[in-house]
């Protein structure tokens, strides 16, 4: 209360002027949002999501459950069945053609006998929304506030109509596995709602995205969904409402209660809407779930309805207060263990609205706003992706459409990976556990399309999967080859434990390791000409057919050196390892071609004026750590070269990545420059290749909304400032001469090694370091290199030319 008199108090002095709100941890604007892509405000705990357009007289709140999809073995009867017209028994005959220089028919058998086919792949539902009227309220409002407050993760509303100041809040609970929604005023007896559930009941796209671009939207494929709603009494001051249903397409089950607490005033039913009268404050406390289960081949769990309603009722009986509670201990515990700043102010303020800072960055150098997008990568990162549920996808876990453009699924030739390359460098390995958990899970049916579609052992996962383990080709062979996608999140398993240093870890994940390393080994075939050839194969969804593209070679050298490495330090597979590392060698040198490049394929055919957004064999430079400018410079000289070629503009994914590239490269100036053709408002909603930015709710545009940039930003941050990829913990690699002061705190470096650091006039000033293990560390900055002895969970000062600080 005594807040909400500042507030108006605040507005009185200044004159319509907003009051003063954080400028790194808060997003805040001045009305409702009227598009939910650009700028509804996105709530979420992992297992759930929910975008609120914060409406006066109105309120929208799209609900989400995270394995609420279609497709898979419920939606048909020959899902995970492999096409015997189709596979490796083609090989030979398009390996004929590519030697013969017969690219086209090549082509063609590849496009033929080497596609998968879609149906199956299905796409993430959305799982309801609120309609919520005030019909007293009018829209006409003063000192109208719409936030989210990253440091509690919270959304906010609050405005003022003939004298009330009415506040609504929102927020997810990781531990309680439900949401909460108040809505409130500061005079007793004013809040009166009509509250409905709203089942979606189009098919349709929502956005006019590549109609009937995806084979789910076959008409022969079922669609829309089958639900029972009931609203009833429960006593004079709570209601319920009962959501049960299940999707016509695979016949998936899900369930959604809602427990409806009145603080005060009364309610009635009419049919199923609650009507509230005057009441001091009503709370929705929200939980849902579906019998979806990861195992394969059924993926089919129980009846989700007796969880989802336990979780709602729960939350409700504790109430409010007590799940905010745990709600901050949960979730400031994972978001406040790290901090970055791009000034020396610590606490920064600002009374611009973020959409029009987001406008003004062009012009008006905002440290401070960068602050913000980093730390909503993180608010980003821990409410869409908790261990239990599925890994975050396109669209994290917000979708209020059937279709979503790409089906919202994972895409593994780079968005899926992007989401989470912040994750363990911010020390937040609670958020990659979905994703770390999600990789093993799609072996037994990768094993089969190896052998199907190559003819190996181990396993394969092309461009697009989903959570029923679709690991087969795309249906178009471009962008639909890429049996590189399981070998690519294999990475993600070493980094874990690269940065959580846990054995136990590495020992249940090797197999899956293994596995990615055994397709490589049998895939990998020298020639007649005593070449290693990767045949056929494509660069991500971009060029020729041909006998090895560059990043095939770099994902293999990077799975088989990470599973020697693991197979060493776990003291097995000897005899395998000598042959991995014997594959190794014979694997071809990358190559720099004709005008300095870093060639794309075997043979030197990359244009200089090609501008495709895919950079994928800079993969070495990054995430890989094949290319670096101390250890391969000639090979960072041609990776530069390939990047100024490409040039700056792209999807919000592709400058994501570009920063990152620059970054690797030690050029921060150059990935300033790439973050400030990123940061630029999006105003548009269908598909575009180019003009990557943000929309005004900061959600990555690529457009459309994918939240992949969002990671990639925030992660291109951390590049800026502590990199480890190189079994070094090197100290501002590459900051940008447009941030001359500022600090960081918590971040993790490979090793298990947390790192805090402090810069001043574009130099390192102080370091901290805290092993989580006694052992010696090597410590870069600019070009001293030095071995710290550091011993278990004691911090160690450095000062800024690395000479040790004494307390
Ligand atoms: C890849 C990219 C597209 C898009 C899609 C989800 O196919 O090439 O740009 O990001 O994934």
């Known amino acids: 209360m005594k807040k909400n008199f500042l507030f108006v108090f605040a507005f009185v002095i200044v004159g319509g002027i907003f009051a003063q709100e954080s400028a790194h941890e808060t997003l805040f604007y001045n009305k409702p949002a009227s598009s939910w892509m650009q700028e509804s405000l996105p709530i979420g705990n992992g297992y759930m999501g929910a975008s609120l357009f914060g409406g006066v007289q109105e309120e929208t709140i799209h609900l989400n459950e995270k394995t609420l999809w279609e497709g898979g073995p419920g939606e048909w009867e020959g899902y995970g069945k492999l096409d015997p017209n189709k596979g490796f028994f083609a090989v030979g005959k398009i390996r004929d053609a590519i030697k013969a220089e017969n690219y086209k028919e090549a082509h063609q058998l590849a496009n033929k006998f080497l596609t998968g086919h879609g149906s199956g792949i299905g796409a993430f539902q959305p799982l309801g929304n609120f309609k919520i009227r005030f019909n007293d309220l009018s829209t006409e409002t003063a000192t109208y506030n719409r936030k989210l407050d990253l440091s509690q993760g919270k959304h906010l509303v609050s405005f003022t109509q003939n004298g009330v100041t009415y506040q609504r809040e929102a927020f997810a609970s990781y531990p309680h596995r439900a949401m909460v929604f108040s809505f409130g005023a500061n005079t007793p007896g004013k809040v009166n709602a009509q509250i409905d559930w709203e089942t979606i009941t189009s098919t349709e796209n929502y956005y006019d995205v590549y109609p009937n671009q995806f084979p789910h939207l076959n008409p022969n494929v079922k669609r829309g969904r089958t639900e029972s709603v009931k609203a009833e009494k429960i006593d004079d001051a709570t209601y319920r409402i009962s959501v049960t249903g299940h999707l016509n397409n695979n016949g998936m089950k899900y369930a959604a209660y809602t427990y409806i607490q009145l603080k005060n005033g009364g309610a009635s039913l009419n049919g199923n809407t609650v009507c509230v009268k005057a009441a001091d404050e009503v709370i929705l406390y929200f939980s849902a779930a579906t019998d979806y289960v990861n195992i394969y081949p059924h993926y089919k769990g129980s009846d989700p309805a007796p969880r989802a309603l336990e979780w709602a009722q729960k939350a409700y009986k504790e109430g409010k207060e007590t799940l905010l509670k745990g709600h901050l201990k949960d979730y400031q515990g994972l978001y406040h263990r790290t901090a970055l700043y791009f000034t020396k102010k610590e606490n920064p303020k ?80 609670e958020t990659h556990k979905a994703l770390l958990d999600y990789i093993p899970s799609l072996v037994p049916s990768g094993e089969k399309t190896a052998t199907h579609y190559y003819g190996t052992r181990g396993w394969v996962c092309h461009t697009s999967t989903n959570p029923f383990g679709t690991t087969t080709p795309g249906w178009d062979i471009v962008w639909g080859h890429f049996p590189g996608g399981g070998s690519w999140l294999c990475r993600h398993l070493w980094d874990h434990y690269r940065y959580s240093q846990d054995i136990e870890f590495l020992r249940k994940v090797y197999p899956t390791m293994k596995g990615a390393a055994e397709f490589w080994m049998d895939w990998l075939i020298l020639d007649e000409s005593g070449k290693l050839i990767s045949c056929p194969s494509y660069s991500p969804e971009h060029g020729t057919i041909s006998s090895g593209a560059t990043m095939d070679f770099q994902i293999a050298h990077e799975i088989l050196t990470n599973t020697v490495a693991a197979s060493q330090i776990l003291k097995v597979d000897e005899a395998d390892s000598k042959l991995w590392q014997e594959k190794l060698q014979q694997l071809p040198p990358l190559k720099i071609g004709r005008w300095g490049q870093l060639q794309e394929w075997s043979e030197d055919i990359d244009s200089k004026f090609n501008k495709h957004r895919h950079i994928s064999h800079l993969y070495g430079l990054h995430p890989g750590n094949q290319i670096s400018p101390q250890k391969t410079p000639e090979l960072a000289a041609a990776a530069e070269k390939t990047l100024k070629a490409r040039g700056d503009e792209g999807t919000g994914w592709s400058k994501a990545w570009k920063m990152n590239f620059h970054a690797r490269l030690g050029k921060g100036e150059k990935s300033y420059s790439l973050l400030k ?91 901290e370091l805290i092993a989580a293990n006694s052992g010696l560390y090597k410590v870069r900055y600019q070009d001293r290199l030095l071995s710290v002895n550091l011993e278990k969970g004691k911090p160690l000062t450095l000062s800024g030319n690395l000479q040790p600080v004494t307390p």
């Open 350 to 429: 600002t009374t611009l609205t973020t959409d029009s800072r987001l406008v003004q960055f062009k012009k008006t150098a905002d440290p401070h706003f960068l602050e913000l997008l980093f730390n909503y990568g993180k608010y980003l990162l821990i409410s869409a992706s908790r261990e239990g549920s599925l890994p975050l996808n396109l669209q994290g876990v917000w979708n209020p459409v059937p279709n979503p453009p790409w089906c919202s699924d994972y895409h593994t030739n780079i968005n899926l990976q992007m989401a989470y390359w912040p994750a363990e460098a911010l020390n937040l390995p």
């Open 677 to 767: 053709n990123l940061v630029q408002k999006s105003t548009f909603s269908g598909i575009s290749m180019k003009n990557g930015g943000f929309y005004a709710n900061l959600w990555n545009a690529h457009p459309p909304f994918q939240i992949d940039g969002n990671f990639g930003t925030t992660a291109a941050f951390v590049e800026w400032v502590l990199q480890s990829h190189n079994d070094e913990i090197h100290l501002l690699p590459a900051l940008p001469p447009q941030i001359p002061a500022g600090s960081f705190k918590g971040f993790k470096a490979a090793g298990n090694v947390v790192v805090s650091a402090k810069w001043n006039e574009g130099k390192l000033t102080q370091v």
